[in-house]
């Protein structure tokens, strides 16, 4: 393969490349864009995150240290990698890609000279690669001035996340040829070597004991001041590697749920979250697991030195008395180990919520009933709560025990939680001789109950799939 007219210099990207052992960066890029020319399938996963469809005709052409002719500025500029892809009938799509390894950062200077070289060469977007973690590859971390992406797409990949696509791809996928699932496993096993620089999010920033110092002493917190802004950016790296976690185990994607405003606008949701831990002394998010029955919500409470994590749901309002509803509830639970768990009902009007542990509510069911015994729970929220005390402002235990807490608690509880579906209603005895309201919630609590057991081969399944973790072993 030659390189095009329009670069004075460059190598075809390279499974086994030849490179100084300074030179660590392009190593990577050309291992990564070798692998996405070889395995289509993992090319296809990849480059839709980008927007990019790449069809059963589409050619997709890699190089690395690229340097492009004409100009003094094409010959500073040179990016680690340019990806062309040609998906016929003339739609041709370019990207410069510039690749971090190690603890490495993205420099704004040098990611802007690239759009600018973009944008001079008509190229369509520049893709950065780093352990740092983006919500979405929308959300660049390199700190660029806005007008510089005018005509050009700025993109961005953790090094964590091509891995994690890559493992389910292994798992899942029926490759059309065994060398393609060779050389996708060959890659994964380069990038996991602890060698390759290619790490989790495994501690917070150099602020985060700060932080917590000020909130214990009562201190009040400025929302824009650097150590909330740079704790709340660091929390939305972890939130980020806590899904690609938790997609591993599962082995299907795991999301963050953003609302539309922060989706659009990475700013506005580093503005908002700092208000919103200057103000209540929380870091939130909401994790969104296919199937699942509700969002699974991540709470790191400062104020009280604990993490909460929690599923609602809906109360079945068919049934016509608390008990029914609570047990409906209950009888998900039942292979849960209660240490730690806690069931929170919500009632209507002024009444406030109940709140009992697993254990107890096993024993005595009533715990969660309202004083107004006439009351029905609207809904159920089911929480894990762990405090941490002094560990909650270790930067990296606090990491430690956040990635253990949400497994855990899908684990227990997660994958066991359905959402309410009336069942069918049972044919009425003869005329004269119809039934109570309270029988026939009983006979629909009786099939309930038959559904639920009919389940537990599936549900053991799961549970012995997510204890033992999911993909290439040493990456999580």
């Given at each position: 393969?030659?390189?095009?007219?329009?670069?004075?210099?460059?190598?075809?990207?390279?499974?086994?490349?030849?490179?100084?052992?300074?030179?660590?960066?392009?190593?990577?890029?050309?291992?990564?864009?070798?692998?996405?020319?070889?395995?289509?399938?993992?090319?296809?996963?990849?480059?839709?995150?980008?927007?990019?469809?790449?069809?059963?005709?589409?050619?997709?052409?890699?190089?690395?240290?690229?340097?492009?002719?004409?100009?003094?500025?094409?010959?500073?500029?040179?990016?680690?990698?340019?990806?062309?892809?040609?998906g016929g009938r003339g739609r041709l799509w370019r990207c410069l890609?510039?690749?971090?390894?190690?603890?490495?950062?993205?420099?704004?200077?040098?990611?802007?000279?690239?759009?600018?070289?973009?944008?001079?060469?008509?190229?369509?977007?520049?893709?950065?690669?780093?352990?740092?973690?983006?919500?979405?590859?929308?959300?660049?971390?390199?700190?660029?001035?806005?007008?510089?992406?005018?005509?050009?797409?700025?993109?961005?990949?953790?090094?964590?996340?091509?891995?994690?696509?890559?493992?389910?791809?292994?798992?899942?996928?029926?490759?059309?040829?065994?060398?393609?699932?060779?050389?996708?496993?060959?890659?994964?096993?380069?990038?996991?070597?602890?060698?390759?620089?290619?790490?989790?999010?495994?501690?917070?920033?150099?602020?985060?004991?700060?932080l917590n110092a000020q909130v214990q002493a009562g201190a009040k917190?400025?929302?824009?001041?650097?150590?909330?802004?740079?704790?709340?950016?660091?929390?939305?790296?972890?939130?980020?590697?806590?899904?690609?976690?938790?997609?591993?185990?599962?082995?299907?994607?795991?999301?963050?749920?953003?609302?539309?405003?922060?989706?659009?606008?990475?700013?506005?949701?580093?503005?908002?979250?700092?208000?919103r831990l200057a103000e209540k002394h929380e870091l939130s998010c909401?994790?969104?697991?296919?199937?699942?029955?509700?969002?699974?919500?991540?709470?790191?409470?400062?104020?009280?030195?604990?993490?909460?994590?929690?599923?609602?749901?809906?109360?079945?309002?068919?049934?016509?008395?608390?008990?029914?509803?609570?047990?409906?509830?209950?009888?998900?639970?039942?292979?849960?180990?209660?240490?730690?768990?806690?069931?929170?009902?919500?009632?209507?009007?002024?009444?406030?919520?109940?709140?009992?542990?697993?254990?107890?509510?096993?024993?005595?069911?009533?715990?969660?009933?309202?004083?107004?015994?006439?009351?029905?729970?609207?809904?159920?929220?089911?929480?894990?709560?762990?405090?941490?005390?002094?560990?909650?402002?270790?930067?990296?235990?606090?990491?430690?025990?956040?990635?253990?807490?949400?497994?855990?608690?899908?684990?227990?509880?997660?994958?066991?939680?359905?959402?309410?579906?009336?069942?069918?209603?049972?044919?009425?005895?003869?005329?004269?001789?119809?039934?109570?309201?309270?029988?026939?919630?009983?006979?629909?609590?009786?099939?309930?109950?038959?559904?639920?057991?009919?389940?537990?081969?599936?549900?053991?399944?799961?549970?012995?799939?997510?204890?033992?973790?999911?993909?290439?072993?040493?990456?999580?």
């Amino acid at each position: 393969m030659t390189i095009p007219d329009y670069l004075s210099s460059g190598e075809q990207a390279r499974l086994i490349p030849v490179a100084a052992d300074s030179s660590k960066e392009v190593r990577a890029a050309s291992i990564l864009l070798a692998t996405m020319m070889s395995v289509p399938p993992f090319a296809r996963v990849m480059l839709a995150s980008l927007g990019q469809r790449v069809g059963t005709r589409a050619n997709i052409d890699c190089y690395t240290e690229v340097v492009f002719k004409n100009g003094v500025d094409a010959a500073k500029a040179r990016p680690d990698g340019l990806l062309a892809l040609d998906g016929g009938r003339g739609r041709l799509w370019r990207c410069l890609v510039e690749a971090k390894v190690g603890r490495a950062e993205l420099d704004g200077d040098q990611v802007g000279r690239y759009l600018t070289l973009a944008k001079s060469r008509k190229i369509d977007a520049v893709l950065t690669i780093s352990n740092h973690f983006a919500a979405l590859p929308s959300h660049s971390p390199a700190n660029v001035p806005k007008g510089a992406l005018r005509g050009v797409g700025l993109f961005h990949w953790s090094w964590m996340y091509l891995l994690t696509h890559a493992m389910l791809l292994m798992n899942d996928h029926e490759f059309e040829r065994p060398e393609q699932r060779y050389i996708l496993a060959e890659m994964v096993r380069y990038f996991s070597h602890p060698s390759v620089g290619v790490s989790t999010f495994d501690r917070m920033n150099a602020e985060w004991k700060e932080l917590n110092a000020q909130v214990q002493a009562g201190a009040k917190l400025n929302r824009s001041a650097p150590v909330v802004e740079k704790s709340v950016a660091a929390w939305h790296q972890e939130v980020r590697d806590l899904c690609l976690l938790l997609t591993r185990k599962i082995g299907r994607p795991v999301r963050i749920r953003l609302s539309r405003a922060h989706n659009d606008d990475p700013i506005q949701r580093v503005r908002e979250d700092s208000a919103r831990l200057a103000e209540k002394h929380e870091l939130s998010c909401s994790l969104d697991v296919p199937d699942a029955a509700a969002l699974v919500s991540v709470v790191a409470d400062l104020q009280r030195r604990s993490l909460s994590v929690s599923m609602a749901l809906i109360a079945p309002r068919e049934k016509r008395r608390a008990t029914s509803r609570i047990n409906w509830l209950l009888r998900q639970l039942t292979k849960a180990n209660p240490e730690g768990l806690h069931v929170r009902a919500t009632w209507p009007g002024r009444a406030p919520p109940t709140q009992a542990g697993l254990a107890n509510l096993r024993e005595n069911p009533s715990l969660l009933e309202a004083e107004n015994r006439s009351l029905l729970p609207t809904q159920f929220e089911v929480l894990l709560i762990r405090d941490l005390a002094g560990k909650f402002g270790g930067s990296k235990v606090f990491i430690e025990e956040l990635e253990e807490a949400v497994p855990y608690f899908y684990e227990q509880v997660g994958q066991y939680l359905r959402a309410y579906v009336a069942p069918p209603p049972p044919l009425r005895k003869a005329a004269g001789a119809a039934e109570t309201d309270e029988q026939l919630e009983e006979v629909a609590e009786e099939a309930e109950t038959v559904a639920s057991e009919a389940t537990d081969d599936t549900q053991v399944v799961a549970s012995e799939r997510l204890s033992s973790g999911f993909g290439a072993g040493g990456v999580d």
